[in-house]
């Protein structure tokens, strides 16, 4: 075998190595956190539980927290996750594109929550929770900014707006403090907030493409005088029917 090979290969050994002991710690970590509690886990367990030195544990994770990270990134950024990223990554209209932030989020913030649930229920501090939502936030402006690049280039993106404002409406609308406040708070579906914040979404940043707009001119319905929809405070486009629950069962 070429010395270059060799070296791919051993390379390729290492890398399969070290992911296997990264698993195994986390997989570890989620036991004992669950069965015994956050606090009363401590890195010396994990690192029996899971077959390793305690150093290595530290090497790998550098701390609990870190740790603790991994198992909701394990929850958040599974299968499915990785197939929305390939889908919109081989999408290239606009309009279809820009429906894949509502996909992800919803996805994302419906993972994030349920696994908020049970680490609470573990013992995981609301401090230690905050922390790792906050540096997610920071994460998901900055893998945001593809999406937003690509509309400009395509002359789909909103005139008027600069990119930055662009990225700032993206990273707003799709918080986890926006899904929190329609879904967990004024209980509406996880459909019903994908679908309204793909309506939202289009609306704020897309350009309409050549003729959408007399189309949309000859679709639109006499005006009856009628307030637009709403779902608390929060405006519903469209039937109210159909993007979010009757506010009246609240």
């Given amino acids: 075998m070429p010395k270059s090979s060799s070296r791919k290969y051993q390379s390729s050994i290492r890398q399969q190595q070290a992911q296997a002991t990264r698993n195994a710690i986390a997989a570890a970590a989620r036991k004992l956190i669950f069965s015994r509690g956050y606090e009363a886990t401590k890195i010396e367990s994990i690192a029996r539980e899971a077959g390793v030195a305690t150093q290595t544990v ?69 401090p230690d929770l905050a922390a790792l939502e906050t540096e997610r936030e920071c994460n998901r402006y900055e893998a945001q900014k593809k999406i937003i690049t690509f509309l400009k280039h395509a002359g789909r993106l909103r005139k008027g707006l600069s990119e930055t404002q662009a990225r700032d409406i993206l990273w707003t609308l799709t918080s986890r403090e926006v899904y929190r406040m329609l879904v967990c708070e004024r209980g509406w579906s996880s459909q019903a907030y994908e679908n309204w914040l793909a309506e939202m979404l289009a609306a704020a940043l897309l350009e309409k493409g050549r003729g959408e707009s007399e189309r949309n001119v000859e679709r639109a319905p006499a005006t009856t005088g009628r307030r637009p929809p709403k779902h608390g405070n929060v405006l519903v486009p469209g039937s109210s029917t159909d993007s979010a629950p009757d506010a009246s069962a609240h």
Wanted: net charge negative; proline share 3%.
């Fill in 58 to 126: 530290y090497a790998v994770f550098g701390s609990k927290q870190g740790i603790l990270a991994e198992l909701l990134d394990q929850d958040s950024f599974g299968a499915d996750y990785q197939e929305l990223i390939r889908q919109v990554q081989e999408t290239i209209d606009p309009e279809e594109k820009l429906r894949f932030p509502a996909r992800i989020a919803r996805r994302i913030h419906d993972a994030q929550s349920s696994s908020f649930d049970r680490f609470r229920g573990a013992g995981v501090v609301a």
